[in-house]
Nanobody, 126 residues
Framework: VQLQASGGGLVQGGGSLSLSCEVS????????MGWFRQALGKERAFIAG????????AYADSVKGRFTISRDNAKSTVYLQMNSLKPEDTAVYYC????????????????????WGNGTLVTVSS
């Protein structure tokens, strides 16, 4: 299973970025997806998740109302639209695949994701 994340970069505070993560090697449409991030000197943290059909989403409080996760099963791709970015959003962002087949809800746990993307750096300037 391979995950290729893209879309990171440098943006001014208040700006927007859109991340993409294309998955191959697994039946994408049958698994939930998550986005996590790791800032320098901090542990990796859950940001957003979406279930296999796209009917349920979950967000960390720190990004709720600013970030939106979505998926296109036909393209085997999950997206993270990030608006109103803040300097504290600066981190390496990772996409990951839920290990359980057709989980109804959304898991926020690292442990529940068994394949991870390479990470894409997002830097927000003040």
């Amino acid at each position: 299973v391979q995950l290729q994340a893209s879309g990171g970069g440098l943006v001014q505070g208040g700006g927007s970025l859109s991340l993409s993560c294309e998955v191959s090697g697994r039946t994408f449409s049958s698994y939930g997806m998550g986005w996590f991030r790791q800032a320098l000197g901090k542990e990796r943290a859950f940001i957003a998740g979406i279930n296999w059909v796209g009917s349920r989403t979950a967000y960390a409080d720190s990004v709720k109302g600013r970030f939106t996760i979505s998926r296109d099963n036909a393209k085997s791709t999950v997206y993270l639209q990030m608006n109103s970015l803040k300097p504290e959003d600066t981190a390496v962002y990772y996409c990951a695949v839920d290990r359980f087949f057709r989980r109804v809800g959304v898991t926020t746990s690292d442990y529940d994701h068994d394949f991870w993307g390479n990470g894409t750096l997002v830097t927000v300037s003040s």
